[in-house]
Nanobody, 120 residues
């Protein structure tokens, strides 16, 4: 059973920083892309940042220059360093992984979500 477990959300003042972490566990053979998405109430889930197994990154325009995605392949983990946070960054953030697991035909996995709240 593959699980993505997130941590690091919380409350921070505008201009502050938070670091989200996500670790994948289970019978994992390989992990392709890992990413962070976020979703506001009543809105579609949107990509925040993604990183391939080779380290190529992609960011939403709204977070470029403020957020940095990284991963540790040895730990099956992905991180999101969020700096210069704004009140509009207040949403639930979800970890995503495109991976292959032994005994599973599922490819896409999601974490349970972690709330980030930025006060003005």
């Amino acid at each position: 059973q593959v699980q993505l477990v997130e941590s690091g959300g919380g409350l921070v003042q505008a201009g502050g920083s938070l670091r989200l972490s996500c670790a994948a566990s289970g019978s994992i053979s390989s992990i392709n892309e890992m990413a962070w998405y976020r979703q506001a109430p009543g809105k579609q889930r949107e990509l925040v940042a993604a990183i391939t197994s080779s380290g190529r990154t992609n960011y939403a325009d709204s977070v470029k220059g403020r957020f940095t995605i990284s991963r540790d392949n040895a730990k099956n983990a992905v991180y999101l360093q969020m700096n210069s946070l704004k009140p509009e960054d207040t949403v639930v953030y979800y970890c995503f992984a495109d991976l292959r697991a032994r005994g599973s035909s599922q490819y896409y996995y999601w974490g349970q979500g972690t709330q980030v709240t930025v006060s003005s």
